[in-house]
Every structure is written in structure tokens, then in C-alpha cells.
């Protein structure tokens, strides 16, 4: 089985953009073949995210106004805390990389994840 460590990477705008406030993720490793692989992560919104979503997302410039329309489970990247990235990294790295062994936070290098050896396939 080929080794591979999948690093999860956080970023945001919070503090650079004004009105930022969200978390953003994505996975990096390598496919089977050995090439680059990078999945951003997603996630389903809840009533409570369309509704703040909604209401930050408003744009009213002469002429032209902007209204967001999220609803209930629509696909989002946007995540309000790290350990909200944390846990949908957990959730889908093997989806990604199934040949995974180790996901790791790129931020410290602490292990999010590791998978056990089982016995024989040392």
C-alpha cells in the first residue's frame, strides 16, 4: 500500500477583507497515480447559515441591488469556525484519498487523523 500523508489547508479573508468572516478549506495530497490531487471542501447549510447568509448578502448600489437567495442544504465552502473545517475534513479525506494513511493540519503540523496498521500488512 503506498504511504501517503493529505495535508488540510485553512484559509480566510477575516481581517483582510472587510466583512469577512468565514473559513474556507481544502485537502492536498496525492492520487494513486501520484499526482497532485487538491478537493476544496463543502458542505450542505443549515436553516440557520442561509438565513445569517442572507442577510450579510445584500447589495444596494444605485440601479443595481443584490439580494442572496440561500436556502437549506445549498452547497457552500464557507464554514464559520476551524473546527467546523476540522470535522468535514475528517469526514470526507478518504473519500478523496483513499489510500491515505495520515491527515495532517498544515497550520502546526498536528496529526487530524491517522489510520492503524492491522496486523499482517506490515
Not at 443549515?46 to 441591488?65: E, L, V
Request: proline residues 2%.
Amino acid at each position: 500500500m503506498n504511504k501517503q500523508t493529505v495535508r488540510l489547508i485553512m484559509y480566510s479573508w477575516v481581517g483582510l477583507s472587510l466583512g469577512a468572516t468565514h473559513i474556507y478549506g481544502e485537502l492536498r495530497g496525492y492520487d494513486k497515480d501520484g499526482n497532485i490531487k487538491i478537493v476544496k471542501l463543502m458542505a450542505l447549510m443549515s436553516s440557520a447559515q442561509a438565513i445569517r447568509m442572507n442577510k450579510k448578502q445584500r447589495w444596494d448600489f444605485p440601479g443595481r441591488k443584490y439580494f442572496a437567495n440561500h436556502k437549506h442544504g445549498d452547497e457552500t465552502d464557507c464554514f464559520e469556525t476551524e473546527e467546523d473545517v476540522i470535522a468535514r475534513a475528517k469526514h470526507v479525506w478518504k473519500t478523496h484519498f483513499p489510500h491515505g494513511e495520515l491527515l495532517l493540519n498544515n497550520e502546526d503540523d498536528s496529526v487530524l487523523y491517522r489510520m492503524i496498521e492491522q496486523e499482517g500488512e506490515r
